[in-house]
């Protein structure tokens, strides 16, 4: 068990909807991520909260936006749903602000929440 | 070219081969290398990180990295039936003003036979 609680774990909806997904980081952990994992592209990063704060974007859509709350907990927003975006996304925490000497790289996974969209 | 390339895969191997997987990447700039092991229907977890060139071992793990080459490998030795998952490699390198950027590459399917 990494400590990082995703809700829901199985998620189907059709094009065009909205769904939320939750993500609770590890106790202590300031920083969490996003991504997006399909058969096709791999783990792909989509965006990072440190301290509510966005602190780094990567591959992600215009129609997704993401919020950390003072708790830390965080939510992942997916609007106007295609087909395309049927996928894994994990949620991530770590320590630390972002990579560097004082980051491993040790992100603590959760178990992702699976979308399908039909 | 992607910035970090590495075989999908399937591999499959009888218990107690010696399994090698490797990545290989373009951007200079990553510092750090990392191998995460996922198992099927969980996430992602570190299993090993190295910074500098040359291996270092864990057990039946071992990684090495060739910055000269851009080259990066897992060895597992002894391999068991637990080992069968998706290893993905990672990398982190300086993405400017002041951020960080950890880049997986697509993971790589292995099964153990026993």
């Known amino acids: 068990d990494s400590g990082v609680t995703q809700t829901p774990k199985h998620l189907i909806t059709a094009t065009g909807q909205r769904v939320t997904l939750r993500c609770s980081p590890r106790?202590?952990?300031?920083?969490v991520y996003w991504y997006q994992q399909s058969l096709d592209q791999g783990l792909q990063f989509l965006i990072q909260?440190?301290?509510?704060?966005?602190?780094a974007k990567g591959n992600i859509l215009e129609r997704f936006s993401a919020q950390q709350f003072p708790d830390l907990h965080s939510e992942l927003n997916l609007s106007s749903l295609e087909l395309g975006d049927s996928a894994l996304y994990f949620c991530?925490?770590?320590?630390?602000?972002?990579?560097?000497?004082?980051?491993?790289?040790?992100?603590?996974f959760g178990e992702g929440s699976r979308l399908t969209v039909l | 070219q992607k910035e970090v390339e590495q075989d999908p895969g399937p591999l499959s191997v009888p218990e107690g081969a010696i399994v090698s997987l490797n990545c290989t990447y373009s951007?200079?700039?990553?510092?750090?290398f990392m191998w995460y092991r996922q198992y099927s229907r969980k996430g992602p977890e570190l299993l090993m990180y190295?910074?500098?060139?040359g291996n270092k071992e864990d057990g039946r793990f071992t990684a090495q990295v060739d910055k000269s080459s851009k080259y990066i490998s897992l060895f597992i030795r002894d391999s068991q039936p637990s080992d069968s998952a998706t290893y993905l490699c990672?990398?982190?390198?300086?993405?400017?003003?002041?951020?960080?950027?950890?880049?997986f590459g697509k993971g790589t399917k292995l099964s153990v036979i026993p």
């Open positions: 991530a925490s770590s320590v630390a602000e972002g990579g560097g000497q004082e980051n491993t790289g040790e992100l603590f």
């Open positions: 106790s202590g952990d300031l920083s």
């Open positions: 909260y440190y301290n509510g704060e966005e602190r």
């Open positions: 951007n200079s700039a990553f510092q750090y």
């Open positions: 190295t910074y500098s060139s």
């Open positions: 990672a990398m982190i390198g300086y993405s400017g003003a002041g951020s960080y950027q950890l880049t």
